[in-house]
Nanobody
Framework: QVQLVESGGGLVQAGGSLRLSCAAS????????LAWYRQAPGKHREWVAT???????NYGDSVKGRFTISRDNANNLVYLQMSSLKSEDAGVYYC???????????????WGQGTQVTVSS
């Protein structure tokens, strides 16, 4: 059974920082690409950042230069370090993986349950 469990969300003042974590299980973590998405109330889910199996990263334009995605293959963790937070960064942040599993060809999409980030101005 694949599980992605996010943590680290909370209330932060504008301009502050927060680090989100996502613990993955049930997948071959080092072979799985990972990403963070977010969804603000009344808006569509928005891609935030991706990290490949090789450690290459990409960011949405709205977070570039402020957010950093990283992975810890030894502990099956992916992080999102968020700095210089703005009110528009608020929302539910979701961990995503294109999961590779033993005995299954290709990848499958998996999502965490989300963690709330609130930014006060």
């Amino acid at each position: 059974q694949v599980q992605l469990v996010e943590s680290g969300g909370g209330l932060v003042q504008a301009g502050g920082s927060l680090r989100l974590s996502c613990a993955a299980s049930g997948i071959i973590f080092r072979l799985s690409a990972l990403a963070w998405y977010r969804q603000a109330p009344g808006k569509h889910r928005e891609w935030v950042a991706t990290i490949t199996t090789g450690g290459n990263t990409n960011y949405g334009d709205s977070v570039k230069g402020r957010f950093t995605i990283s992975r810890d293959n030894a502990n099956n963790l992916v992080y999102l370090q968020m700095s210089s937070l703005k009110s528009e960064d608020a929302g539910v942040y979701y961990c995503y993986c294109a999961g590779v599993q033993e005995g299954i060809t290709g990848t499958r999409d998996y999502w965490g349950q989300g963690t709330q980030v609130t930014v006060s101005s």
